[in-house]
């Protein structure tokens, strides 16, 4: 017997009121600038409703900063255009009327329409992909985490800047970060999730470990082991087969880090 095809569901992220954000940023950032309104829909307001666009665009050119909306089938590609990535609020909603793309091979993740039904709000982790709550999960740990790490540094400055370099050397010269992570975010529709993350806990990491009082090399090195743990579960089942893969997998999480080198004889 054939299996049925899953049922394509559209999400949409808004700000976190509830309101769309512009699907033009840097012409919503002109116009602003010259003291005109963005109009705006605040879904929060229309949950299982019907929306119209207050003010459509010309079909389907971004020939205003908000010119329809604008949905995705991959939500872990949410966050690419948003004007503010993170936080945000995430939406079900369906499409009605005239849809349109840009071309199917640019973005086939993306519809555009000037009508949609609000469904319902989801869980916002999706925005980073399905493995999106185990992100959330380390993003909301890295700033203790980060302290200790740069506690650790200076209870041994030597040893764990030993330990950290040998670690970077290996993450650079496999590319686990810039090549593993990354192509595999970008052929599973997360690349968007990636980068934010990625953002995210560099952020969280360097204030963490800044305000512990580390060095700047040693806020460096824990930035970029904040930025491989939320690679490195973003894209856990993505690296995983092979033992080689698995020792990718492991030099994003940070195995070996924990063990200060010993002083060479």
């Known amino acids: 017997m054939a299996r049925s095809a899953?049922?394509?569901?559209?999400?949409?992220?808004?700000?976190?009121?509830?309101?769309?954000?512009?699907?033009?940023?840097?012409?919503?950032?002109?116009?602003?600038?010259?003291?005109?309104?963005?109009?705006?829909?605040?879904?929060?307001?229309?949950?299982?409703e019907?929306?119209?666009?207050?003010?459509?665009?010309?079909?389907?050119?971004?020939d205003k900063p908000f010119s329809y909306f604008h949905m995705?089938?991959?939500?872990?590609?949410?966050?690419?255009?948003?004007?503010?990535?993170?936080?945000v609020r995430l939406w079900e909603v369906e499409p009605l009327g005239e849809t349109g793309n840009w071309g199917n091979d640019f973005a086939p993740y993306w519809l555009m329409s000037h009508q949609v039904r609000v469904v319902r709000e989801v869980e916002a982790w999706r925005a980073f992909g399905h493995r999106g709550a185990q992100v959330l999960a380390v993003l909301a740990q890295l700033p203790d985490l980060a302290r200790?790490?740069?506690?650790?540094?200076a209870a041994n400055p030597e040893g764990t800047r030993r330990t950290y370099k040998a670690w970077e050397e290996r993450v650079d010269d496999t590319r686990a970060l810039t090549s593993?992570?990354?192509?595999?975010?970008?052929?599973?529709?997360?690349?968007a999730g990636l980068q934010t993350a990625n953002q995210l806990a560099g952020d969280a990491a360097a204030q963490a470990a800044t305000e512990a009082g580390?060095?700047?090399?040693a806020v460096a090195l824990i930035q970029l082991r904040a930025r491989c743990m939320v690679a490195g579960q973003l894209m856990f089942d993505?690296?995983?087969?092979?033992?080689?893969?698995?020792?990718?997998?492991?030099?994003?999480?940070?195995?070996?880090?924990d063990t200060p080198a010993p002083v060479p004889s």
């Open 238 to 257: 993505r690296i995983r087969s092979g033992e080689y893969e698995q020792s990718i997998r492991g030099l994003l999480l940070g195995a070996g880090l």
């Open 6 to 48: 899953r049922p394509v569901v559209h999400y949409m992220a808004t700000r976190p009121d509830g309101t769309v954000p512009p699907t033009t940023p840097h012409l919503a950032a002109y116009y602003s600038g010259l003291g005109a309104t963005i109009p705006t829909v605040n879904f929060a307001d229309h949950i299982g």
């Open 214 to 217: 580390a060095d700047p090399h």
């Open 180 to 191: 593993w992570a990354y192509w595999r975010a970008r052929y599973s529709r997360r690349e």
């Open 148 to 153: 200790q790490w740069a506690e650790e540094w």
């Open 50 to 62: 019907t929306v119209e666009h207050p003010s459509p665009g010309e079909e389907w050119y971004t």
């Open 72 to 87: 995705y089938t991959r939500p872990g590609e949410i966050l690419e255009r948003l004007e503010e990535r993170w936080p």
